[in-house]
């Protein structure tokens, strides 16, 4: 039985080492981030903060550059209110 257990852990040896070098070789890795992907739930369950953080970095790496708005004085379209705040008038600034 301690002659199998030995075998064992040569061929798992032997699997990892061939592994690793087909992995160098041009092209080897491609197809591997489906792999990741399938395997990267495990860390909704055992570290939920985590992985929450995670999503939340990508979220800001893929976020669009923020567009300013116009000031009030910019802005060629304004609402005037009157003393009880509700809407009186629209004044629309001329363009020059």
Do not use: Y
Not at 23 to 44: E, T
Not at 48 to 64: C, N, T, V, Y
């Amino acid at each position: 039985m301690g002659g199998a257990a030995v075998g064992m852990v040569l061929l798992t040896a032997l699997a990892v080492i061939r592994m690793q070098r087909s992995l160098d070789r041009p092209g080897g890795r491609q197809g591997l981030g489906s792999v990741g992907d399938a395997f990267g739930n495990f860390i909704d369950v055992f570290d939920p903060g985590q992985a929450r953080a995670q999503r939340d970095l990508k979220h800001e790496e893929h976020k669009g550059p923020v567009t300013p708005s116009p000031d009030d004085e910019d802005d060629p379209v304004r609402l005037v209110h009157g003393p009880d705040g509700r809407p009186r008038a629209v004044r629309i600034k001329r363009p020059g």
